[in-house]
């Protein structure tokens, strides 16, 4: 399955210039590890970095006018870092496979004359086989809509970072000079008909792209969830859903679908989330005279059982993590704002090794967390963790934990992180406790 090994985010709200993990041009960096999380006081910018993730899926789906307008985003010039006359730029470095080698995408958005946000420059570029040093070569590069994408698997062309429009022109020049004098079908020359979508959008959906179309279908899997218990307790029309959606609203349907779909391994799954969460016996399924299946929730202390409209926060929002974790094709990236909320502190580090367990399997999502429950930061490695904070300009910072040698150390002898968190030792600026 594809992971993010580091992206880069610039003049998005509060991150005007952050990096996580390597990037083509950081080879000193490691990697992202297949389960990251984000630390951070209120105000600092978690809720932007979650919301990245979201907008660039959006940017994907809807386009990028649409999706600076969607959400409550407000449009682009309130969602470009303040006082920036710079366009938003997003550099995502992954892997289709364990083995493949890596490609980088970048997008770059800003907004014409008449105020309106489109796709200024993108770009999808691989090193060749057997290439180790040097500059990706790009097989998909354009500017303002105009550029060039080379077919099936050909490799692509170098072309000059401090010259790109120069030499994008003259190879687009070429190429058309070849095409009419019929000598090469490698390359082909391209012009959106609409700037403000992604030229994946469009190459993504064409067999003769593979590459383009892998790294479309990757983003078009992304999962964030915005899971509201109220939305859970719903009771949605009758009718099975293979994946449970952002909100969590069809959580019934999701259940129905597993049901159906496997019906030898569906009780065993419920038993296996049971177990997970304290207090409850056993979870099963009841089905109403329309079709529909209601969740059944057997408490401990109790002879009669609950179902899901009667059930705490807390249970469902473990309930649905654990069923998310038990989706048998599951997102390649799942990201999960706060997952802390309501939830007994003891349940946390459970939670965190059920994540990381599901991360680390082989068809296992990449799973990205923002947190601020020291309880959480406890089950975690300093690996695992990131530190955002504000900068004196206004601007997030952001740093791995295990890059201070000190805060590695203290782990390794045994203290928790998530006690030195409550401490103020993982503070760039540490305060005096009150």
Known sequence: ??????????????????????????????????????????????????????????????????????????????????????????????????????????????????????VKR??????????????????????????????EEEQGQLIDEDRGLFDLFKLMKEIESRSQAKESGETEVIELQDKRKLGIATLGALKQHPRISAFRQFIEGWYLSYFTPNAARSFPLAGPQRHLNSLGDNLSNVVQFMEREQPKE???????????????????????????????????????????????????????????LEDPSPPPFLCIEEPENGLYHKLLEVLVQEFRDHAKSRKGSQIFVTTHQPYFVDALTPEETWILEKGQDGFSTIRRASDDPTVKALVDEGLPLGGLWYSDYLDARPTNAL
């Open 1 to 118: 399955m594809a992971k993010i090994e580091g992206f880069k985010i610039k003049n998005y709200r509060v991150l005007k210039d952050i990096t996580l993990g390597i990037l083509w041009n950081k080879r000193q960096a490691q990697p992202l590890t297949p389960m990251t999380a984000v630390i951070g006081k209120n105000g600092v910018g978690k809720s932007s970095l979650f919301d990245a993730f979201g907008f660039l899926a959006d940017c994907l789906k809807l386009g990028v006018e649409e999706a600076c307008d969607a959400k409550g985003r407000g449009g682009f010039e309130r969602i470009r870092s303040q006082g920036s006359g710079e366009p938003i730029e997003f550099h995502i470095y992954y892997r289709q496979t364990v083995k493949s080698r890596p490609i980088t995408y970048e997008l770059a958005i800003d907004v014409d004359t008449n105020g309106r946000p489109y």
């Open 122 to 151: 993108e770009r999808l570029r691989q090193r060749r086989d057997r290439q180790r040093r040097g500059r990706p070569f790009s097989f998909l590069y354009l500017n303002e809509g105009k550029g060039v994408v080379w077919k």
């Open 266 to 324: 569906f009780q065993s799954i419920l038993d296996r989330i049971a177990n997970k969460i304290p207090g409850l016996r056993s979870i099963d399924t009841k089905k109403t005279p329309d079709g529909r299946l209601l969740l059944r929730f057997n408490d401990s202390g109790f002879e009669d059982p609950f179902y899901a409209q009667q059930m705490s926060d807390g249970t469902l929002k473990v309930f649905a993590y654990m069923l998310q």
